[in-house]
């Protein structure tokens, strides 16, 4: 495989499948498939644009050109911007010519971010000035938005195969106008969601077979969605009141064994569902901390990197140490 240069690193990240699924994807973030195009009408990352490295010209110049025009046709495609800009997402097929293109755009970040080179779009002059400005300025607005915002360019380990064997609803066509938003996917076999969901086809995505949920939002399911969307998965529900202090050690203890019970089987997976910002991540922090051996402030750490919205305050970290005896 072609061998990035040490300068490339400090933009660079090569990052899990997981990662990506963790984004949270659904939010749009500008993810390139730099495939031949047939693999990708054949199957792609939702949200993923085309950008195939089979067709890119030799010279670094007719390159950079070729990347200019092809954000030009994105955007007078009608497609809005992504909504985030950081990280850029690419993947490829591991191939020697999928590298040496991530290779290279890797670089034209990095020489944009430091104004080393220059996006410079050729395009016909319109005979109607006005239209020509247009897409002149949004054209050079969008490059501006990359050169601010893009902190970090992030590659799919195992291309796009990896992603597909591990998340293949999120692969299958047309995809983009049925997505919803995601738990977030601590370790293998182990969801946690707080975000509004939908939560059937969640359960049925993600192959679900345990669930521990609050009382209200079971009976909520139960009554709006149907028993057939828990009638084969073991919940575990749970009021409200059981997370007050008094009895939030023995809480926790009773969703430890049933998480162990889960897992046990890898066929088995588990999602843990509160609303708000701290229940779901008390949970899983704290069987960190009594199952894996998590110091406290690792499991804390480890949690709230992948869901920033958790508020460490209200998460009981001070029954936590007790787990450790």
């Known amino acids: 495989y072609y061998i990035l240069q040490k300068k490339l690193t400090d933009m660079l990240s090569r990052v899990s499948p997981r990662d990506i699924f963790n984004l949270p994807i659904f939010e749009f973030f500008w993810i390139l498939d730099l495939r031949e195009e047939k693999a990708f009408k054949a199957g792609h990352i939702c949200s993923a644009f085309s950008f195939p490295c089979d067709t890119l010209p030799q010279s670094n110049e007719d390159r950079i050109q070729y990347l200019a025009s092809f954000i030009h046709s994105h955007l007078e495609s009608g497609l809005l911007p992504p909504e985030n800009f950081s990280p850029v997402v690419l993947y490829g097929d591991m191939t020697a010519v999928c590298e040496e293109a991530i290779s290279w755009m890797v670089e034209q970040f990095q020489q944009l971010k430091h104004s080393k080179t220059q996006l410079t779009l050729h395009i016909p002059q319109s005979t109607d000035t006005a239209d020509y400005t247009s897409e002149r300025t949004r054209f050079e607005k969008f490059i501006d938005t990359v050169v601010n915002s893009t902190s970090a360019v992030w590659v799919v380990e195992g291309g796009y195969s990896s992603f597909q064997a591990k998340y293949p609803f999120l692969c299958q ?37 345990h669930l521990i949920l609050s009382t ?110």
Not at 176 to 190: A, F, G, T, V
């Open 173 to 209: 066509l047309p995809t983009i106008m049925n997505m919803y938003p995601l738990p977030h996917e601590i370790l293998d076999q182990i969801y946690m969601g707080s975000r509004p969901m939908n939560l059937p086809r969640c359960l049925k995505d993600l192959r679900i077979t």
């Open 216 to 325: 209200d939002k079971y009976e909520k399911l139960i009554s709006k969605e149907g028993v057939e969307s828990v009638s084969k998965i073991k919940v575990l529900n749970i009021g409200m009141e059981d997370f007050a202090e008094e009895n939030v050690l023995q809480l926790w203890r009773g969703c430890h064994e049933f998480i162990n019970s889960a897992i046990f089987s890898p066929l088995n997976s588990v999602l843990v569902l509160f609303e708000g910002r701290s229940r779901s991540a008390s949970i899983l922090i704290s069987w960190l901390v009594a199952s894996r051996g998590y110091p406290v402030h690792k499991a804390i750490d480890y949690v709230t990197s992948i869901a920033p919205t958790v508020d460490k305050n209200l998460i009981f970290s001070s029954y936590m140490e007790a787990l450790t005896q």
